[in-house]
């Protein structure tokens, strides 16, 4: 369908992915498949360049998607503590912090699926938030912004891939120089 359409290129995001989904159905339950069978099914039905996507977060992940067809990697999670950032100092924080060991697709905090740090909020809203994105991200903002404010991590969502233990503070540059 995409090709049809005359795109250039095609992202294949892997269920890692920090963040909201890329998906065509926003109500439909996020894909499992993990990345390097979704890699391959995409590169096997497509001539188009493929851009490989969720979880990597280091050398040799990036090397193993080139390696499985890709033509690029796309790192999201492994920039959040670079200095160059715009995560805020409770989502930096959080990041590190020993208390938070995983992560969870939720919706309860835009209505929309999206992997973050699993937290309160997640455990106390996600089994009856309703889908309806933008607007339950719009209700959920001034809360998410209050706990910003009081330093809670607990009560906003902190977007994040399921590899954010190897996230690392650092320039951008460096980061980068690590990945190549």
Known sequence: MAEACGVDALAAQGPGAGGHRGTFDPVA??????LHQLLHAVT???DLPVVAAGGLMTAADVADVLAK???AAQLGTAFLLADEAGSSPVHRAALTDAQFTETAVTK????RYARGLHNRFIT???DHAPFGYPEVHYLTSPLRAASVRAGDPQATNIWA??????AK???????IAGLV
């Open 44 to 46: 096997v039905a497509t």
């Open 124 to 126: 106390d809203h996600e």
């Open 108 to 111: 309860a905090f835009s209505g």
């Open 161 to 166: 891939g399921t590899g954010f233990r190897a």
């Open 69 to 71: 067809g890709a033509v």
């Open 29 to 34: 339950a996020p894909a499992s498949q993990p």
């Open 169 to 175: 503070a650092a320039p951008t540059a460096d980061i």
